[in-house]
């Protein structure tokens, strides 16, 4: 198997500006369309594109000095310029970090989220109103209430949410005081509203994924018609439309457990879920993408699993470096 394409890095100090201009709250959907344009112009561009966002997404580490600084919270206008800073950060990352380091997975949005795991990490989480987040590998959250809504900012990664019903809490004064007019996710594509009890959403590369487990979900892309997500099933959705809803098998949510569950997955989905929570690089050979595999695999370990793989299915591990295996045919 040869290895992938080098990325440029003029190419990637570009994506990453553009990333920046994305994260600004006066994004317009013209900075979007220009983006997208620049992503589409050659692999290459492309290649970057994806560099920049896995940087982005998941930093193992924060270098020497600057954590304290982007976690304080003095006040709004303290947390953007923290956001800000870490942009510029981002860019000067790519023009003098070693091509080695910067392939390696770094969270920088976490440096200033208020909940935030790293690579390989769970963390359950408790808000004021009583709602609960779980929050897988790599995966970054803001929350604020504002004007009796609840928002989840969702900055990367996936959140696993269970709304506070209060409605039914006769014993608890402060419950409708409590109870927020609505509880919504914000992704870069648009915004999930809660209709039921329990809702996965997933930040990917160019769109969201919404999973409903207990109720309902409305699903309202950023320059698009909104569209109603019943219970058991899940979708995708850009800034422009929403896929059609597919039937949702609530094993699922086994990941809230540190479990997958594969029901026939090609082995090109079930490695890129693992590589979510793995360090270092995890690919697959051209010639296995397709196969299906079946069973509950853990999360937690992926030595584990990579090795169950290899002895139940035609497969083997090959290592190019020890951060870097590759899964092919045997």
Do not use: K
Request: hydrophobic residues 45%; positive net charge.
């Amino acid at each position: 198997m040869t290895s992938p394409p080098a990325v440029d890095r003029h190419l990637l100090r570009q994506a990453a500006q553009l990333l920046a201009r994305l994260e600004a709250a006066d994004a317009s959907d013209t900075d979007h369309a220009d983006c997208e344009r620049w992503r589409e112009q050659s692999d290459a561009h492309r290649r970057a594109w994806a560099l920049a966002e896995q940087l982005r997404q998941q930093f193992d580490a924060v270098p020497a000095g600057v954590g304290p600084a982007l976690r304080e919270r003095a006040g709004i206008g303290t947390v953007s310029r923290g956001r800000r800073r870490a942009l510029r950060m981002l860019t000067g990352v790519v023009l003098a970090a070693p091509a080695g380091w910067l392939a390696s997975r770094l969270p920088w949005h976490a440096w200033s989220a208020d909940f935030h795991t790293a690579t390989g990490e769970r963390h359950d989480v408790l808000l004021a109103d009583g709602t609960q987040i779980t929050l897988g590998s790599a995966s970054a959250v803001n929350v604020g209430f504002d004007a009796g809504v609840r928002r989840i900012h969702l900055l990367s990664g996936e959140i696993m949410v269970r709304p506070a019903d209060h409605s039914r809490d006769a014993t608890n004064p402060q419950s409708e005081r409590l109870r927020p007019a609505a509880l919504l996710v914000q992704t870069a594509e648009g915004v999930v509203e809660a209709l039921g009890t329990q809702f996965s959403v997933r930040q990917q590369n160019g769109f969201t994924r919404v999973a409903a487990f207990r109720g309902g979900a409305q699903l309202s892309p950023a320059a698009s018609d909104g569209v109603l997500l019943m219970q058991d099933q899940s979708s995708t959705f850009t800034r422009t439309g929403v896929a059609a809803p597919r039937p949702l098998d609530a094993r699922e949510a086994m990941w809230t457990r540190g479990l997958l569950y594969a029901n026939r997955m090609p082995v090109a989905d079930l490695v890129a879920e693992l590589a979510r929570y793995r360090h270092g690089i995890l690919r697959y050979a051209a010639d296995v993408a397709g196969l299906r595999v079946s069973g509950i695999y853990q999360l937690t370990d992926t030595d584990a699993t990579l090795a169950l793989l290899q002895r139940t299915y035609p497969l083997r591990l090959r290592s190019i470096t020890p951060y870097w295996t590759v899964v092919e045919a045997r």
